[in-house]
């Protein structure tokens, strides 16, 4: 991940932002349609981000749309929330921290649905959206979204694509976890086909490979080489929402984010309040970022962030609970 001078970055997105507007004047305004995709890609640490070869994180990123973030509530508050996958999934997927949307581990007991969901804020505001998930993880769709369960607000997607961990004759497991690595290469694939053909206005991509290997190896080659691997994944996701972009009047943020980091000693373990386990990373192409977004956002600014592009409604008491703020003006 390259870091990019934001002061300079602005300056040039502000410049052609002028330009733009200049050649444009007297013309209509040009209303696109937003449409937004979000990607987590699990426990990779900032620092390894940071050091490893990303072409595709740093052209999405254009060296504005890259910030560190955390997770893990306050500590010591009652919002610090375990630095667990499931966990970080939901206050994402909420805006909200484990006090409240109630996930505190990847067993998924129990999740509050009194906490709506991104994908629920969204049908409720307009039945018509069209909803998409593309995941390593069941659970994901069937237990954080509770998609279908009434009381988690019915069926809120129109399309998802996952399961193949269940499949062990297609995908026999192993104990280096490989097959989560071609599954993971499998729903890249489905996810940048879909989104091409169909462009969803709402969809969720989750890669699970990283954390499997940080768990094997901790720090080092095999880390790196594994979020190398990321990146070409999420680079054919990108060429998908450019050529989607490229022939219909759509406004696409792309927004990519880890749910936590790993332990200092070995990379191999986390759940704990230390710093380098509670520091994620953002990245995005979006060009509407406000100051709060170089301010430490935290996982849980995403929802509102997300709703800010789409325009969505979010009912008041809902977003009375919200944990989060946007970055996105
Ligand atoms: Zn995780």
Not at 116 to 136: G, M, P, Q, V
Not at 158 to 176: N, Q, S, V
Request: charged fraction near 25%.
């Amino acid at each position: 991940m390259t870091r990019g001078s934001s002061t300079l970055s602005s300056a040039l997105i502000l410049l052609a932002a002028i330009m733009v507007n200049g050649c444009n004047e007297g013309a209509s305004p040009i209303t696109r349609t937003p449409k937004a995709l979000f990607i987590i890609v699990d426990g990779i640490p900032a620092d390894v981000v940071e050091r490893a070869s990303t072409p595709y994180l740093d052209a999405i990123s254009g060296g504005r749309g890259y910030a560190r973030a955390y997770v893990g509530g306050t500590p010591g508050q009652e919002s610090e929330s375990p630095t667990v996958s499931a966990v970080g999934y939901n206050s994402l997927l909420t805006g909200t921290w484990a006090n409240k949307h109630n996930v505190w581990d990847n067993a998924v007991s129990d999740p509050d649905y009194n906490y709506w969901d991104i994908f629920r804020i969204a049908k409720a505001h307009d039945a018509a959206l069209k909803t998409a998930i593309f995941s390593t993880w069941t659970d994901n769709r069937t237990k954080l979204l509770g998609d279908g369960l009434e009381t988690a607000g019915g069926n809120k997607l129109d399309y998802h694509f996952d399961g193949f961990e269940l499949d062990t004759k297609r995908f026999p497991h192993d104990p280096l976890r490989d097959y989560i690595r071609d599954i993971d290469e499998l729903v890249a694939a489905e996810a940048a086909r879909y989104i091409e053909s169909n462009g969803p206005d709402l969809s969720w991509v989750y890669l699970e490979y990283t954390d499997d290997v940080g768990h094997g190896y901790g720090d080092g080659p095999e880390m790196s080489a594994a979020v190398e691997l990321m990146d070409g994944q999420i680079g054919r996701i990108w060429n998908a929402v450019q050529n989607r972009q490229r022939t219909h009047d759509e406004d696409w943020m792309i927004l990519i984010t880890t749910d936590h980091g790993r332990d200092e000693l070995t990379g191999q373990t986390h759940g704990g309040q230390t710093e380098r386990e509670r520091t994620i990373w953002i990245v995005t192409n979006s060009g509407n970022l406000n100051t709060h977004f170089d301010e430490l956002p935290a996982i849980v600014d995403i929802l509102p962030s997300i709703a800010t592009h789409l325009q969505l409604e979010i009912p008041e008491n809902i977003r009375d609970q919200l944990d989060g703020r946007s970055f996105i003006d």
